[in-house]
């Protein structure tokens, strides 16, 4: 497996710019060590979530991904991961609270697998998205029952090499866009198009519910690491992505933060 290594581990103090969305790559499989001591942070409710997996491996990924989640938003905020606090949208999109008021600080994490992507910015709502890539069986069913006839006729009109590929770049882009609204998959993924066909310029293309809803959004299509497709949406009119590491510190023997 490749790593792009524009996705570095930075050192100091972290400061994210105006026009800046920030995104975060970083591995879930670590040490029972690195678990352990990463789990500390973590509140008694997302103890409990963690302990709803029947598989260890899933339980163990959970606790790194909500570790890494508070680590990367402690570094930031100078403040100790295990003293931050969140409350939970009604479809479970946490946003962070100071006191009872809302941070401004806008974050979004999703992971697959091996690998979880956090995006953060203070320019607007924020959603991301990654998907490991494997084969589809009836591919022209699921796109047909996920995406809107416009993307489910782009998809199709595809050589057959291209459409798996073309499939989670489009799967991508919605879910990033819903996640920023944070409505997750409850939205309508049917009434909007996004713009995702290789060699394509990734947007948001038409809302149903609003004529201008796409001219306030920016979306982007991330390369992450071989094998997965990424995507960052963010209610803007553009930002400038900086990409950053989790996952490249020098050990494992304490998590950052």
Same mark, same amino acid.
């Given at each position: ?52 997996? *029947? ?32 409350? *939970? ?19 979004? +994490? ?25 084969? +589809? ?47 997750? +998959? ?33 979306? *982007? ?37």
């Amino acid at each position: 497996m490749s790593v792009d290594n524009r996705w570095f581990m930075p050192d100091g103090d972290l400061f994210i710019e105006k026009g800046e969305a920030h995104v975060w790559r970083g591995r879930l499989d670590r040490s029972q060590q690195f678990i352990q001591d990463i789990g500390g942070a973590l509140s008694d409710d997302e103890r409990k979530r963690a302990a709803r997996f *029947y598989f260890q491996k899933d339980r163990e990924r959970f606790i790194v991904g909500r570790g890494m989640l508070r680590a990367v938003l402690g570094r930031y905020l100078n403040i100790q991961p295990a003293v931050l606090r969140f409350s *939970y949208n009604q479809y479970g999109k946490p946003f962070l609270i100071e006191g009872a008021v809302r941070h401004e600080l806008r974050f979004n +994490l999703s992971h697959s697998d091996e690998f979880a992507l956090l995006g953060l910015t203070f320019e607007g709502e924020i959603g991301v998205d990654i998907e490991r890539v494997h084969a +589809l069986e009836e591919i022209k069913e699921i796109a047909g029952r996920f995406f809107s006839p416009a993307e489910a006729a782009a998809l199709m009109s595809l050589p057959p090499d291209q459409q798996i590929e073309a499939f989670f770049n489009c799967w991508t882009l919605k879910e990033a866009f819903l996640k920023a609204r944070g409505e997750g +998959l409850s939205g309508h993924l049917a009434e909007f198009d996004v713009a995702f066909i290789p060699g394509e310029r990734p947007a948001l293309l038409r809302a149903g519910w609003d004529p201008e809803e796409a001219r306030r959004w920016s979306l *982007y299509s991330l390369e992450v690491v071989t094998g997965y497709r990424a995507a960052l949406a963010v209610r803007a009119t553009r930002v400038t992505i900086k990409r950053l590491g989790w996952e490249e510190r020098p050990q494992e023997n304490s998590p950052p933060g």
